[in-house]
């Protein structure tokens, strides 16, 4: 099911790919900063006769670490902008062609959900269900545990268009189990392993 799931995803984002969406990850800079550099950006545009078009903040990686999506322009300019004007902040382009998490993939939503019903109409007429975690299950969505949360269509859907709340899953882990938490990232190409996510004291490993 959860292949079937991924596939779905991805056909489902063909539609909204190469469309002008893309994503810049911001280190460096927290979200108050993040949001005051967009504003200025915004307003930079409007005096070169640039389109205006929303920047969002897609994915909370760290305090210091976020992802903005939004139009390519946009974000070229977001990036240009920090990299000429603000010290010690870093702006990388993401090699995507889809601004995920974020307004910029609504087109694709009546695609995804049609193809997510039919997957969940097939297990469960074969007697699967409900799709309730079976060992603890912390959400990138809410930063909440899934305790007895059923997967749904609107919670997958919600997994792809809101942003990324790595950052707060995170520390409620670290609160629940403990600052000697050890995580592993499985990934095609990890990245959230290097980000710096807590700050811990300084003898917190002593």
Known sequence: MVVKIAIARGRALSKVDNTGGTMVAISGCDESNIRDHIAAVSFLGTQTGMPVADLHLAAFNSPADIGVSGPEAQV???????????????????????AVHSPFIEPCQETYRAELKTIFD????????PFVPKVPTMSTVTADF????????????????????????????VEKYGQY??????????????????????????
């Open 76 to 98: 070229d300019l977001l990036r240009t902008y920090i990299e000429t004007w603000v010290d010690g902040v870093a702006a990388r382009k993401l090699r995507v062609s889809t």
């Open 122 to 129: 097939h297990y469960e007429s074969a007697g699967a269900g």
């Open 146 to 173: 899934r305790d007895g949360k059923e997967y749904t269509i609107d919670y997958l859907w919600q997994n792809l268009r809101q942003p990324v709340l790595f950052c707060r899953a995170i520390e409620n882990l």
């Open 181 to 206: 938490t050890a995580f592993v990232e499985i990934s095609p190409h990890p990245v959230l392993s290097q980000v710096k996510v807590l700050h811990l004291p300084n003898d917190a490993f002593d």
